[in-house]
């Protein structure tokens, strides 16, 4: 996948990124607990910082992921016929951020798992990467992230907006174990419930240019 066909498309799905076999001890690490689906505040671990450097200075991602880029968020999802859920279509909005700055470019403010959330101008988030681990294989019936190719060029959507957009070709990101979905967080993105009966488990990383502007900073970059 070319950095062209990136910008286009908004997405790329990257094969054997991390081996199979090393998939389980990871999900091992990153599982939150029996009652909880995941959780989005991974980063500050040691294990999870040195996989995230691990993973954008992979050669299968030198064309995607800039060199001089950090990461900032690692959330951790799990799907299975016990943990299930779906999710409609939306754009990922909200970054993580130290501490809160008054401007009027800035909203959306809010507090999840003791971290501070703000959504960004459009100009912030397109510069955003987001790449998510896949730690099973995702076949159609694991409830995929299904995509819109080429929406993360609309900008921000409202939405009834998105409703509609959602109407141009749909892709589903199925991927074997140890592969990587490569995305834009603008690009249009939804998952229906898993049909199966095996488990979803991704590690969602985000990263991003090491400085913001407006006066924020990253609660976590490394």
């Known amino acids: 996948m070319s950095r062209e066909t990136f910008a286009t498309e908004g997405f790329a799905i990257v094969p ?68 299930n859920w779906l999710v409609p279509v939306h754009q990922d909005l909200s ?55 080429g929406s993360h060029r609309l900008g921000r959507m409202a939405p009834e907006a998105a409703v509609a957009a959602r109407q141009r070709s749909e892709v589903s990101c199925l991927a074997e174990r140890g592969a990587v979905l490569a995305m834009r967080p603008l690009l249009l993105h939804a998952s229906s419930k898993s049909q199966g009966s095996s488990r979803r488990r991704v590690l969602h990383f985000v990263y991003g240019p090491r400085l913001l502007n407006y006066g924020l900073r990253w609660r976590h970059a490394v």
């Open 95 to 149: 970054i993580p951020v130290a501490q809160r700055v008054e401007h009027p470019a800035l909203g959306g403010w809010s507090e999840k798992e003791g971290s501070l959330f703000v959504q960004p101008p459009v100009e912030t988030l397109e510069q955003l990467i987001a790449v998510r681990l896949h730690l099973d294989v995702c076949s159609a019936e694991d409830g995929p992230l299904r995509v819109v190719p």
């Open 16 to 83: 054997g990124v991390i081996a199979a076999g090393e998939c389980e001890a990871i999900a091992a690490l990153a599982a939150p607990g029996a009652d909880s689906v995941g959780s989005r505040c991974l980063l500050p671990h040691a294990w999870c910082a040195r996989l995230a450097k691990r993973v954008q200075s992979s050669p299968l991602l030198s064309e995607l992921v800039p060199a001089d880029y950090a990461a900032v968020q690692c959330t951790y999802f799990e799907k299975s016929a016990e943990r």
